[in-house]
């Protein structure tokens, strides 16, 4: 199971925190990027963002957004391990996964909690990961929506070639309910405490 770090939830000398986060064993660093039309926040320009990121990291990158060209056009010059978008915009699906494949990135898809997996049954074999989110997206430090799990373990007997990644709310006590995701996004779990000890305590959990 990897870690997928966010720092949503951090509001202060962000820079310096995002480097030392990234200084610390995280698997990728989970950019949440909301344009607040698709979610009412909206967060960093990608100016911002490439002021603020150093790169020592590979970069999940989770669009909240709905005009998800343009957000794909500013992003893949980060060269992403991933590009996500949400399955809600109502846009076309296969379109928008071939052209975040053409630039050679890996393509997540995400559904928020009132979305059923089934509605994403055909899109699946063209993934290379599924976001499930435990929260309704738009805000860090949110309580996890326990229906989540019959998703992941949905996902998990479809037996397709994409990582399951589930994102919110995701701590020391919901981290077992979740054991079927390959991923764990985290973000205030880790970043209201002290960055290091809030990752050992996961692994811990995680590993035994
Ligand atoms: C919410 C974001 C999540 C969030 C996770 O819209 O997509 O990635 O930052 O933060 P926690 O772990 O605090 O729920
Ligand atoms: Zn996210």
């Not at 698709?38 to 320009?45: D, G, H, L, Q, Y």
């Amino acid at each position: 199971m990897q870690i997928s770090a966010s720092f949503l939830s951090i509001n202060d000398n962000i820079k310096e925190n995002v480097n030392l986060l990234t200084s610390c064993d995280i698997d990728y660093l989970h950019l949440d990027i909301m344009d607040g039309e698709f979610v009412n926040n909206k967060t960093w320009e990608i100016s911002e963002i490439k002021e603020l990121i150093n790169y020592s990291r590979p970069l999940d990158v989770h669009l909240m957004v709905n005009d998800v060209y343009k957000y794909i056009d500013e992003y893949k010059d980060l060269n992403p391990t991933y590009i996500t978008f949400h399955y809600e915009i109502n846009l076309d699906i296969l379109d928008i996964i071939q052209y975040i494949k053409k630039f050679n990135i890996k393509v997540g898809l995400s559904i928020k909690p009132s979305t059923k997996v089934e509605e994403i049954t055909p899109y699946l074999n063209y993934l290379d990961l599924v976001l499930v989110m435990s929260v309704e997206p738009g805000l860090g430090g949110q309580q996890f929506i326990k229906e989540s799990v019959n998703k992941i373990k949905k996902l998990k007997e479809l037996k397709g070639n994409y990582l399951i990644s589930v994102d919110g709310g995701i701590n020391i006590d919901t981290v077992n309910l979740v054991k079927d995701a390959d991923i764990i996004v985290v973000g205030s779990y880790i970043t209201n405490g002290n960055y290091n000890q809030q990752i050992k305590n996961m692994k811990e959990k995680i590993y035994g």
